[in-house]
């Protein structure tokens, strides 16, 4: 899979780990910050990811940053990103069977290393299931678009 990554300064470390993890696991890997800057902006990396993802250049994107937060939602003002803040390998699978997520955000500050792998690896092979989370999803993009959800109806 071609996943576009980003952190800002308190995620640098957790990226570069899970660089070295994800590219053992056979997935190609566009790293977006300069992980050696002594002050990163996460909107600047939450951007790079998104529009990454949006244009079609990754089949999805990774965040880290101290708590999350900001990652998501600087991630969530990219128009066509569904980013999800998960703190567990639970909320990770839900938010791409339930919503689709195609950007993960995670929280380098609050949860370890070996955690923010187990993450991510449930957050990749978790299928999105269609159905009536598709309409959500729909209804989430409308929003977007500045559209009233309710008059999604398929």
């Not at 899979?1 to 300064?9: K, N, S, T």
């Not at 890997?29 to 079609?56: K, M, Q, T």
């Not at 940053?65 to 998960?86: F, Q, Y």
């Not at 993960?104 to 500050?109: E, G, H, Q, Y």
Request: hydrophobic letters at 45%; charged letters at 25%; glycine letters at 10%.
């Amino acid at each position: 899979m071609r996943l576009a990554v980003g952190a800002d300064h308190r995620g640098t470390e957790a990226v570069a780990r899970l660089v070295d993890h994800l590219r053992a696991a056979g997935h190609e890997i566009d790293v977006l910050a300069d992980l050696e800057a002594a002050c990163l902006d996460y909107p600047d990396s939450a951007w790079l990811v998104g529009r990454a993802v949006a244009d079609g250049r990754a089949d999805r994107g990774v965040l880290v940053c101290g708590t999350g937060i900001g990652m998501s939602m600087a991630a969530n003002k990219v128009h066509g990103i569904r980013a999800a803040l998960v703190h567990d390998e639970l909320t990770a699978e839900l938010s791409r069977a339930h919503n689709d997520a195609n950007v993960l955000c995670v929280p380098a500050d609050l949860v370890g290393q070996k955690l923010i792998e187990r993450i991510v690896d449930v957050w990749l092979t978790a299928e999105f299931q269609g159905g009536r989370h598709a309409r959500r999803v729909r209804k989430i993009m409308a929003i977007e678009e500045g559209v009233d959800p309710q008059t999604v109806t398929q």
